[in-house]
């Protein structure tokens, strides 16, 4: 049995009251949050904080997919907002758009983030920004950067040389007499 005929039969049941409101709504849920493609259920939070703030809650939390919404995704929006994809004045996720922004994907004022383009500022593996700070960077100012350490969100990347500004350094070249002793 599909999807379509199993809601169709829940349906049946509930019009001819063997099932009640409460009772569909949960059973056609529980259909919906599990892909059909899928053996295993997909676990998904959505979480928002009752206070608002400029029209936006203070809180929100949105990971994982959800079919009722017909979201693959959990899209955040919030002050603090915390999910795949992202949505805030501080966000943090997969994609996260905010002035404040950490993540795979970042795009705000201040992005941090594997990828990170910020107006003003942007810290990652790849960066474009009013000052750009990575291994891969356009903008205004350009830091010169040595490789660190790899973070779990990409963070972090790179130490910054600050007295090598507006520099352009030589590619570096790695030829074999070089790297072989004696040849």
Same mark, same amino acid.
């Given at each position: 049995?599909? &999807? =379509?005929?199993?809601?169709?039969?829940?349906?049946?049941?509930?019009?001819?009251?063997?099932?009640?409101?409460?009772?569909?709504?949960?059973?056609?849920?529980?259909?919906?949050? =599990?892909?059909?493609?899928?053996?295993?259920?997909?676990?998904?939070?959505?979480?928002?904080?009752?206070?608002?703030?400029?029209?936006?809650?203070?809180?929100?939390?949105? *990971?994982?997919?959800?079919?009722?919404?017909?979201?693959?995704?959990?899209?955040?929006?919030?002050?603090?907002?915390?999910?795949?994809?992202?949505?805030?004045?501080?966000?943090?996720?997969?994609?996260?758009?905010?002035?404040?922004?950490?993540?795979?994907?970042?795009?705000?004022?201040?992005?941090?983030?594997?990828?990170?383009?910020?107006?003003?500022?942007?810290?990652?593996?790849?960066?474009?920004?009013?000052?750009?700070?990575?291994?891969?960077? &356009?903008?205004?100012?350009?830091?010169?950067?040595?490789?660190?350490?790899?973070?779990?969100?990409?963070?972090?990347? &790179?130490v910054s040389i600050p007295f090598l500004?507006?520099?352009r350094i030589p590619p570096r070249s =790695?030829?074999?007499?070089? *790297?072989?002793?004696?040849?």
């Amino acid at each position: 049995m599909n &999807l =379509t005929q199993e809601i169709e039969r829940l349906a049946k049941l509930h019009a001819e009251g063997a099932l009640t409101a409460e009772k569909f709504a949960r059973a056609k849920g529980q259909l919906l949050s =599990t892909p059909a493609f899928s053996k295993f259920p997909v676990k998904s939070v959505r979480r928002e904080s009752p206070r608002k703030f400029f029209g936006l809650p203070l809180w929100a939390i949105a *990971i994982g997919p959800d079919w009722e919404r017909g979201e693959m995704r959990g899209h955040a929006r919030g002050i603090f907002a915390l999910g795949d994809m992202a949505t805030g004045w501080f966000a943090f996720g997969g994609l996260a758009r905010g002035f404040f922004a950490f993540g795979g994907l970042a795009i705000g004022l201040f992005a941090f983030g594997g990828a990170a383009i910020g107006i003003v500022l942007a810290i990652g593996g790849a960066a474009i920004g009013g000052l750009a700070i990575a291994e891969a960077r &356009l903008g205004a100012l350009r830091l010169v950067a040595a490789p660190v350490a790899t973070m779990p969100l990409a963070v972090a990347q &790179l130490v910054s040389i600050p007295f090598l500004l507006f520099t352009r350094i030589p590619p570096r070249s =790695t030829s074999f007499a070089s *790297i072989s002793p004696g040849l």
